[in-house]
C-alpha cells in the first residue's frame, strides 16, 4: 500500500533563505509526482509534476527533484519571499487504482519578513 | 481559459440534510475527482469519473455519490450529513485521468455541518 510523508510538519525562515522540502513515499513504482501549493482556506495549485521517467523538473524559483529508488521527492525553494507562505503538498498516483492521487499530509511554511 | 470551478464556495447544513455540490473541470478535461480535506490534513480521495463512468471509489460511506454529466461537470452528494462531513471539498480534472496524467484542482467547497 502507497504511503506519502511529508516531514517536517512545519517551517518556518526568514526572507532570503533556501529551502528544501522533503516527500518520501513507500512503493518506487510509481508513474509520476505532484508538488502543490494550498494558502489557507484555498484550492491546491498544481506547481511542479516530474514523470517517473524524470529527475528534476524547474519553475522559476522552484525546483523538484526525484529519486525513484530512493523513495522521495525535494522542493527546493530559492530566495524565499513571504508570499511563498503557505502549505506545501505532495502527491502520487495510487498504482491500483487509476485516477487516485494519494497526498502526503503537507507541510506549512512560514516566511518571514 | 477558465480552471476548474466549483460551487458554491461556501456552505452551512444541518445533522441528517442532504448537499449537492458541483464543479465544471478545465475545458476539453474528460475526468473529474473528488477530494474530501478535513483540516490539518492531506486531501482524500472520494470518486473518480471518466466519460460518465465511475472509475474509482475511495473508502467513503454510501452516503456519498457523484455523477457526471456529458458535458463532463460533475455533482457529488452527501446525504444524512454528520458532523463529521464538515470539511473542504476538492475537485480535480485532467485530460483523461490515467496515472500520468496532471490534475488541476478547484478553489474547493468549504462544507459545514452544524
Known amino acids: 500500500k502507497q504511503e506519502v510523508t511529508q516531514i517536517p510538519a512545519a517551517l518556518s525562515v526568514p526572507e532570503g533563505e533556501n529551502l528544501v522540502l522533503n516527500c518520501s513515499f513507500t512503493d518506487s513504482a510509481i508513474y509520476n509526482l505532484q508538488w502543490f501549493r494550498q494558502d489557507p482556506g484555498k484550492g491546491l495549485t498544481s506547481l511542479l509534476l516530474i514523470q517517473s521517467s524524470q529527475r528534476e523538473q524547474t519553475s522559476g524559483r522552484l525546483n523538484a527533484s526525484l529519486d525513484k529508488s530512493s523513495g522521495r521527492s525535494t522542493l527546493y525553494i530559492a530566495a524565499s519571499q513571504p508570499g511563498d507562505s503557505a502549505t506545501y503538498l505532495c502527491a502520487v498516483p495510487d498504482p491500483s487504482n487509476t485516477g487516485k492521487l494519494i497526498f502526503g499530509q503537507g507541510t506549512t511554511l512560514q516566511v518571514k519578513p | 481559459d477558465a480552471g476548474v470551478t466549483q460551487s458554491p464556495t461556501h456552505l452551512i447544513k444541518t445533522r441528517g440534510q442532504q448537499v449537492t455540490l458541483r464543479c465544471s473541470p478545465i475545458?476539453?478535461?474528460?475526468?473529474v475527482s473528488w477530494y474530501q480535506q478535513v483540516l490539518g490534513q492531506g486531501p482524500q480521495f472520494i470518486f473518480q469519473y471518466y466519460e460518465k463512468e465511475e472509475r474509482g471509489r475511495g473508502n467513503f460511506p454510501d452516503r456519498f455519490s457523484a455523477r457526471q454529466f456529458p458535458n463532463y461537470s460533475s455533482e457529488l452528494n452527501v446525504n444524512a450529513l454528520l458532523l463529521g462531513d464538515s470539511a473542504l471539498y476538492l475537485c480535480?480534472?485532467?485530460?483523461?485521468?490515467?496515472?500520468?496524467?496532471?490534475?488541476?484542482f478547484g478553489q474547493g467547497t468549504r462544507l459545514t455541518v452544524v
Open positions: 480535480a480534472s485532467s485530460l483523461a485521468g490515467g496515472r500520468s496524467s496532471e490534475a488541476f
Open positions: 475545458s476539453g478535461h474528460k475526468s
